[in-house]
């Protein structure tokens, strides 16, 4: 039984992409307004991480990771087609993009995968905080449902892990609190009036 366990990572991968999809089409409708610099990013640390991990033989749970980097890939090339769906960058954005490349320059000097792993977290965190500080304070500008089939296509490869070690569950536990974070600050407005209510 234990065996099989590993195969959820491909329906933790499934559920991701109707989140994917979902966000996209939000995201074309106009009613999504991902920002770029966060989408851009987020594409490539989690492809990093997947690729440093493959490289230190970790095997299917490392599918989840990389469907946290295509998918942001595919929302970032979506959020140039409809013009509606623009979100204005600010200083502190590119800033943080900046951060984000800088962590993974380091990574490209060390070539190490436990650093690349820790600079990649640090990159896909910095390319984080404008999404996180735009979705607490304009949550409808967001669309829940790609974090949440993304926290649970992440939750998944725990199931998978063969060796608990550093570069098998690194990304997975950070990606889990991200996606978490990204929930509340979505939903928070609608939780705290429906506890003030009740």
């Known amino acids: 039984m234990m065996q099989y366990l590993q195969y959820l990572v491909f329906v933790g991968a499934a559920v991701s992409l109707v989140g994917i999809f979902s966000y996209a089409r939000d995201t ?35 599918l989840p990771v990389f469907m946290a980097g295509f998918g942001p890939l595919l929302i970032f090339i979506i959020s140039f087609i409809n013009k509606k769906s623009y979100w204005k960058l600010e200083k502190f ?3 943080c993009g900046l951060c984000s490349l800088l962590a993974l320059i380091f990574w490209g000097i060390t070539k190490e995968p436990v650093i690349a792993i820790v600079f990649a977290i640090l990159s896909d965190c910095f390319a984080a905080i404008p999404t996180l500080i735009k979705s607490w304070h304009h949550p409808e500008t967001e669309s829940g449902v790609a974090y949440t089939t993304g926290l649970f296509c992440t939750l998944t490869s725990f199931a998978a892990i063969i ?10 536990i950070y990606l889990t609190i991200l996606s978490s974070l990204l929930i509340f600050a979505i939903y928070n407005k609608k939780i705290f009036k429906k506890i003030s209510i009740d």
């Not at 490539?44 to 970790?58: E, K, N």
């Open 163 to 172: 060796t608990w070690n550093f570069t098998e569950i690194a990304f997975p």
């Open 93 to 95: 954005d590119y800033l």
């Open 28 to 62: 074309l409708r106009g009613n999504t307004k991902p920002n770029k610099v966060t989408w851009l990013m987020w594409s490539i640390a989690p492809l990093i991480a997947t690729f440093a991990a493959l490289s230190d033989g970790v095997k299917w749970s490392v």
